[in-house]
Nanobody, 126 residues
Framework: HVQLVESGGGSVQPGSSLQLSCAAS????????MGWFRQAPGKEREGVSY????????YYTDSVKGRFTISSDSAKNTVYLQMNNLKPEDTAVYYC???????????????????WGRGAQVTVNS
């Protein structure tokens, strides 16, 4: 039974940091691509970052480069998203997702992902 559970969301001021965690069960991370997505009210779900289980390579969307860092801990079967220098435009529900690592072109396309968590709210305002 595959399950993804996010934690670590919250309400912070601009410039603050948060770390999201995604605890995975029912599979091992090294065979999957783990992605973080976010969805703001009235907007489509967008890809934020991913990490490949096979080689640890990562990707970030332009708006978070230099501020967000994705990482994984195979011993804990958990993926993290460290978010620094948060901005109001980062406000969204953040979702963790998993896909079996296959040779697909767009690893930030939500439809390519097989499993999803329920999401964690991140609110950035003053």
């Amino acid at each position: 039974h595959v399950q993804l559970v996010e934690s670590g969301g919250g309400s912070v001021q601009p410039g603050s940091s948060l770390q999201l965690s995604c605890a995975a069960s029912g599979f091992t991370l090294d065979l999957y691509v783990m992605g973080w997505f976010r969805q703001a009210p009235g907007k489509e779900r967008e890809g934020v970052s991913y990490i490949r289980g096979s080689d640890g390579s990562t990707y970030y969307t332009d708006s978070v480069k230099g501020r967000f860092t994705i990482s994984s801990d195979s011993a804990k079967n958990t993926v993290y998203l460290q978010m620094n220098n948060l901005k109001p435009e980062d406000t969204a529900v953040y979702y963790c997702a998993a896909m079996i690592e296959l040779p697909v072109t767009n690893l930030m396309r939500p439809a390519n992902y097989d499993y999803w968590g329920r999401g964690a709210q991140v609110t950035v305002n003053s």
